[in-house]
Each structure stands twice: as C-alpha cells, then as structure tokens.
C-alpha cells in the first residue's frame, strides 16, 4: 500500500483518510475531454450490470457508428418508453391496450398462470408447453424491500376470478422465500374460489430465478405442475 500511495503520489495517511470505497472512487475517476462524452457515460453507466468503463465503451461505439443508426437507437428507445402499453387484463408488456395472448382465441382461458413479471412470460412461452393465458403480478412480496402485497396486482388477479370461466390458476413464481412468502399469500387470498390451484413442480432448485431456467426444465414443470396444497409435503 506505501509503494501504491507513493507512485499515486499520495501520502501513506492520505490513504487512511480517504478510506477503501473513496480510493476505489478515486481509482476509477475518468477525466474526460466532452462534458457530452462525460453526459452520455453517466447515463449509460445507471444501467444495470453497467459499469464506467463500459458505458465508455459503449458510448464510443455509437460514436463510431452512422449518425442514422445512433438517431434510430435514439428513436427507438424514445418510442419504447412513450408507447409501450400494459394489457388490460393480464398486465404484460404490450403494444395495445389487450396483448396477443389474451386476445388469441386459441389460447385457454380457462387456465390463468401466474407469474413475477414479463420476462417470466417470454420464458414459459418459450417451452411450448402452455396454451393459457397469463397474469403478471409485477413483482413479489418482500418486506425486506418494502414491498407488500398491496404493491403488487393481486386485485386484479381476485377480479379476474369472478369470471366462473376459469378453472385453474398456476403459481409459476421463482423458488427463492420471497416467491414462497407470495404463494402463500395468493393461496389464502384465492381458497374460497371453486378453482384448481397448482404451483410449477419443483424441479426447479431452491433459490432459482424462474428466467434462467433451461426450456426443458420450465417446460416439464409446467406439464407436471401438482396442486399447491400438496406442494411443499412431497
């Protein structure tokens, strides 16, 4: 650490007073030649995953890149964030006020599986193992994280089951505590229905996130789901 704070030219309690986190700061620090160039970094590097020095990365490929190509990556994330819709009926992502899969005839309706989030409907759809419609709750409960269930959409869920066409609702939630602490939840909230209630068999080690699982696994445990009361005594 002395030879380090000599070649940084910093004295040895110099490094004691700016501590571990604010050296690492300190180490990391760019000096840039564009405050646009320093902008567009800060910006990119708010991105999950992303760190400065990608972001610098990335933002010196778009520099490199055809002032039409930036303008459409432009355009198209400004359309994204201004555009995208959530459907009326299961909450998923959408580009119209119903998506695809619930307004397809040739779906199940009958059949409800719910799910954390949208990335959790792309993986199931990927099996093509299931032919239902989908509910999205947008998260799962956590009071770690402050989140309840009021945050997440369970009433819209419980509406949703008032219509005597559907038949069965499956849990497809990540096996980690916070997906158990929502299942259990879901289960008290749904067992006056006259419904089948089923969970994802658990193949699915504890602790795994439902979106990468491998297509087969996810399938099967679709196929092979088990009614949730028996779920946790098997």
């Known amino acids: 650490m002395h ?30 030649s564009s405050k646009l160039l320093e902008d567009a970094v800060a910006e990119f590097a708010k991105l ?13 490929h778009l520099l490199n890149q055809n002032k ?39 779906r199940d309706h009958s059949m409800i599986c719910v799910v954390e989030d949208t990335r959790d409907v792309m993986a199931i759809e990927n099996t093509n193992q299931y032919n239902g419609v989908y509910h999205v709750l947008g998260g799962l409960i956590s009071p770690m994280d402050g989140i309840g269930p009021t945050d997440l959409e369970v009433d819209s869920l419980v509406e949703r089951l008032k219509d005597k066409d559907v038949k069965e609702v499956i849990f497809a939630l990540s096996a980690t505590m916070e997906g158990d602490t929502t299942l259990f939840y879901l289960d008290k909230r749904l067992k006056n ?22 297509e087969i696994t996810l399938g099967r445990s679709i196929v092979t789901r088990v009614p949730y009361i028996n779920s946790f005594s098997k």
């Open 3 to 32: 030879a380090f704070s000599i070649a940084m030219g910093l004295k040895p309690i110099a490094i004691r007073q700016i501590g571990f986190c604010r050296l690492s700061d300190y180490l990391y620090h760019m000096n840039f």
């Open 48 to 60: 999950p995953g992303i760190g400065q020095k990608t972001a610098l990365r990335l933002v010196l």
């Open 68 to 106: 039409g190509d930036v303008e459409k990556f432009s355009a198209t994330i400004s359309k994204l964030r201004n555009e995208i819709q959530f459907c009326q009926v299961c909450l998923n992502i959408s580009d119209h006020p119903v998506c695809q899969i619930c307004a397809s005839h040739k």
């Open 193 to 214: 229905f006259d419904i089948t209630i089923s969970t994802i068999a658990r193949g699915i080690a504890f602790g795994g996130e439902l979106e990468y699982v491998d």
